[in-house]
């Protein structure tokens, strides 16, 4: 029983349980304490995700040497991809199922959640995307150069880093999911929001599922691995991007999943994961085609045309890459393309970011789990190019 409660799986999951009980049956009094508690975690967990990106993608690229300009055009490229690809899987789905749905689309009623006791900000260091651009730049220029002092100094920054993750943001995760789910269940998110949007929420999970299906297997194919030795792992983390609805937010815990594989290079992994976590959003850009497609049904009396939609699907994929990885960040980098190639007014666009909520948990984990993937072809790229594998400080090490 000791063992199992050591368990991080288990854990996220009994977060997850406790957090929509509590929510059901707690005070506002109760509930005030709750979303302080969630707020000063998430301000920690945000703070920490520069550091983390800074930590591992950076001293990957230095230990890559002369390869890293190479790998990092090769996984942009995997990553823009694979996006578009879901996307117009999405499009092709959305033709032929949304015309036989019959969906109600009542989203009102919903409680509010307290305000926050007090207000703990904990503001990070940098942005996200500075913090990804910051750690190319510096990797690259360190590489060009031969820097080896700085390597070194990199290298010394992510066994901090490393720690960092083991000893406080791991832990924490549990409470922060539970508080979450609490939220959520509290307000009445999950028992009156849901419900409404129930068959093209499974429809949409349906479409995550087989796209890792194909992305898997193609990653399979091209590295020569099994890919099952790679999913196989990445339990934890799938939970933990549902309990999060954040990418970043899960970055520790897929750098822990994906380090236990061994199928992945240690040096693909401490370079892929934090990249991808950024740059690939997958199960986002799926979710949002889908929703688009039927709120435009809704809405407007019909779904917009191939081409529009081919173009949508082009342009999400861009600006997928440049969105950043926390809740609701592809939506909201996209609003531009919402509001000026499907025509959405504010009504549809409201209405999009709502339903889109209800389901940012699913797209994230969706995300994390496609990078496992990807990090996959890294690796059979690697190989193919006879690439030698870098030194570098083992992530399964979590």
């Not at 390869?67 to 499009?91: D, K």
């Not at 999009?352 to 890294?378: E, H, I, R």
Request: aromatic share 8%.
């Amino acid at each position: 029983m000791k063992k199992l409660f050591k368990s991080l799986p288990f854990r996220l999951l009994l977060g997850i349980v406790i957090g929509i009980l509590l929510g059901q049956c707690v005070p506002e009094s109760v509930m005030k304490i709750i979303v302080t508690l969630r707020y000063i975690m998430g301000q920690l967990i945000t703070f920490c995700v520069p550091l983390i990106v800074i930590g591992f993608i950076a001293p990957s690229i230095t230990n890559l040497g002369k390869n890293a300009s190479r790998l990092l055009g090769f996984a942009v490229i995997i990553a823009y991809a694979s996006s578009v690809a879901a996307a117009i899987m999405s499009t092709l789905a959305g033709y032929a199922l949304i015309p036989h749905l019959s969906i109600v689309t009542d989203i009102e009623g919903l409680k509010e959640l307290p305000a926050v006791v007090f207000e703990l900000n904990i503001p990070q260091i940098m942005p996200v995307m500075s913090a990804l651009v910051f750690s190319i730049l510096i990797g690259l220029a360190a590489a060009w150069t031969n820097a080896k002092t700085t390597a070194t100094v990199l290298q010394e920054f992510q066994n901090i880093v490393l720690k960092v993750v083991q000893n406080i943001i791991i832990p924490v995760l549990p409470f922060f999911i539970c508080a979450t789910f609490c939220g959520l269940s509290y307000e009445g998110t999950i028992t009156k929001q849901l419900p409404a949007f129930l068959q093209i929420i499974l429809i949409v999970m349906a479409g995550h599922y087989i796209w890792l299906a194909v992305l898997y297997l193609i990653a399979g194919i091209y590295s020569g691995k099994n890919p099952i030795e790679v999913i196989k792992h990445y339990g934890p983390a799938y939970l933990t991007a549902v309990g999060t609805m954040s990418s970043a937010a899960t970055l520790a815990v897929a750098l822990d999943c994906a380090g236990k594989s061994k199928v992945l290079r240690k040096d693909m992994v401490s370079f892929g994961i934090p990249l991808f976590a950024n740059i690939h959003l997958c199960g986002s850009v799926l979710t949002e085609v889908f929703f688009c497609m039927t709120i435009s049904k809704m809405l407007y009396g019909s779904i917009p045309g191939i081409g529009t939609m081919i173009l949508f699907c082009v342009l999400l994929g861009i600006f997928a890459i440049g969105a950043p990885g926390v809740p609701g960040g592809t939506v909201m980098a996209s609003l531009g393309l919402i509001t000026g190639i499907l025509l959405f007014d504010d009504a549809g666009t409201a209405l999009m970011l709502a339903v889109f909520a209800l389901q940012d948990s699913f797209g994230t984990a969706c995300n994390v789990t496609g990078d496992g993937a990807l990090t996959l072809m890294l690796t059979g790229y690697a190989k193919r190019k006879g690439l030698t594998e870098a030194e570098t400080e083992k992530t399964a090490s979590l």
